[in-house]
């Protein structure tokens, strides 16, 4: 599959989100292909989670427990990053496994934008997954300066880029953003060194001749340039640039260090608010390390897995009695069968193929059915 053989190549956000569902719908859907299509006995299945534990998802462990009959396993970190030293144990506690994998991000009803959701013990809006957030800030910054900062003009028929320094290693950087913005020599004609021309007005920045091939890209967008200096904006896109880690401390962490060499294509994406595009990428990455692990874990070898990985997108909704909601776009999955070393990948349509062939049974137990019959043989206990 081509989304497993080129790692610096991000999913596409529209063929990976082109199929929505609400929770019931999923979760219904995931039991019966758990059931028909991998043979699995629920008897001996155990769920695992590979998410956020966060209360906007909070929902989604009742489903676990109505669904399987078992609290899910967590098999996850903090940015629903897989905790590869969970699988085997999760192995040792069941024949089968049936993975719930990937990132989270927030929708925002009044605008109508996603990349954002509600808090309600902070009693207002901020980026979900709180770890992503955190982890692309300083790309965000970074390039949000750049691309305010990198000014397009005209000037005897010749369009000219105005640089900053900073862009070309020429002054220290803010040594409180781990990560640089580095230009690629593919934005300008010529060379660095031999064809910049210092300018008197701002002594800071640089003008060079902008590349042919940006100036094609530029006509071909009928993008208007003048006299006037103006932003680069949007058209600064990932070919033209990459991001250094020059801080002197290494990676803070396994997210930070597996999603650097993608945030030149992250922060520039214009279908969905990069903080969609990072959770999807990083859901991308997590799947492909869940493939690698099963299939590299002797203790799994022997066991049933079936693994589904995609987005949630979480939901505030004050009128309802719980007010948070979410709904879940497959993108990836995996299945082994038992007694199997190795198994099959599925892709976006593939797995959404597979889920639609399902029905979710309508004799499946609510969570209150299992807690009244609890409640029902309930007896006193003495010790």
């Known amino acids: 599959m081509d989304y497993l053989k080129s790692p610096s190549i991000?999913?596409?956000?529209?063929?990976?989100?082109?199929?929505?569902?609400?929770?019931?719908?999923?979760?219904?859907?995931?039991?019966?292909?758990?059931?028909?299509?991998?043979?699995?006995?629920?008897?001996?299945?155990?769920?695992?989670?590979?998410?956020?534990?966060?209360?906007?998802?909070?929902?989604?462990?009742?489903?676990?427990?109505?669904?399987?009959?078992?609290?899910p396993f967590v098999g996850g970190r903090v940015g629903a990053e897989l905790d590869v030293g969970a699988?085997?144990?999760?192995?040792?506690?069941?024949?089968?496994?049936?993975?719930?994998?990937?990132?989270?991000?927030?929708?925002?009803h009044e605008t109508k934008t996603m990349g954002k959701i509600y808090r309600e013990k902070e009693g207002g809006f901020s980026p979900c997954c709180g770890k992503l957030a955190g982890v692309i800030g300083p790309y965000l910054k970074e390039y949000e300066y750049a691309r305010n900062n990198i000014k397009l003009f005209k000037e005897e028929n010749r369009v000219l880029l105005e640089i900053p320094s900073r862009f070309l290693g020429m002054n220290s950087t803010d040594l409180a953003n781990p990560a640089r913005l580095c230009l690629r020599p593919s934005l300008i004609r010529g060379d660095w060194e031999s064809k910049g021309?210092?300018?008197?007005?701002?002594?800071?920045?640089?003008?060079?001749?902008?590349?042919?091939?940006l100036q094609q890209a530029l006509k071909a967008k009928k993008r208007t340039i003048t006299h006037d200096p103006s932003?680069?904006?949007?058209?600064?896109?990932?070919?033209?640039?990459?991001?250094?880690?020059?801080?002197s401390d290494p990676f803070p962490d396994g997210i930070t260090r597996?999603?650097?060499?993608?945030?030149?294509?992250?922060?520039?994406?214009l279908d969905y608010a990069p903080m969609v595009t990072v959770a999807n990428v990083n859901t991308w990455i997590e799947f492909n390390r869940f493939v690698d692990a099963v299939q590299a874990i002797p203790d799994v070898f022997s066991k049933g897995v079936f693994g589904v990985s995609g987005l949630t997108i979480d939901l505030y909704m004050p009128t309802r009695s719980y007010h948070y909601s979410n709904v879940y776009y497959p993108q990836y999955a995996f299945f082994?069968?038992?007694?199997?070393?190795?198994?099959?990948?599925?892709?976006?349509?593939?797995?959404?193929?597979?889920?639609?062939?399902?029905?979710?049974?309508?004799?499946?137990?609510?969570?209150?059915?299992?807690?009244?019959?609890?409640?029902?043989?309930?007896?006193?206990?003495?010790?």
């Open 10 to 71: 991000i999913p596409d956000n529209e063929s990976v989100m082109f199929r929505q569902y609400a929770l019931a719908s999923f979760f219904g859907k995931l039991r019966e292909a758990a059931i028909h299509h991998c043979n699995f006995d629920l008897a001996g299945t155990l769920p695992v989670m590979v998410e956020c534990a966060d209360e906007s998802q909070s929902l989604k462990a009742l489903y676990f427990m109505a669904t399987f009959g078992a609290s």
């Open 87 to 108: 699988i085997a144990p999760a192995a040792h506690h069941a024949e089968n496994l049936v993975y719930v994998m990937g990132s989270h991000a927030g929708y925002d």
């Open 197 to 213: 021309v210092m300018t008197s007005e701002s002594p800071y920045s640089v003008v060079f001749e902008a590349h042919p091939d």
């Open 231 to 247: 932003p680069i904006g949007d058209d600064l896109t990932g070919e033209y640039f990459k991001f250094l880690w020059i801080s």
């Open 258 to 269: 597996r999603l650097h060499p993608l945030m030149h294509q992250v922060v520039c994406s």
């Open 336 to 383: 082994k069968p038992t007694g199997q070393a190795e198994g099959t990948i599925m892709g976006p349509s593939e797995i959404n193929k597979l889920l639609d062939a399902y029905t979710p049974t309508k004799e499946r137990p609510s969570l209150d059915q299992i807690l009244q019959c609890n409640d029902k043989n309930d007896e006193e206990i003495e010790f």
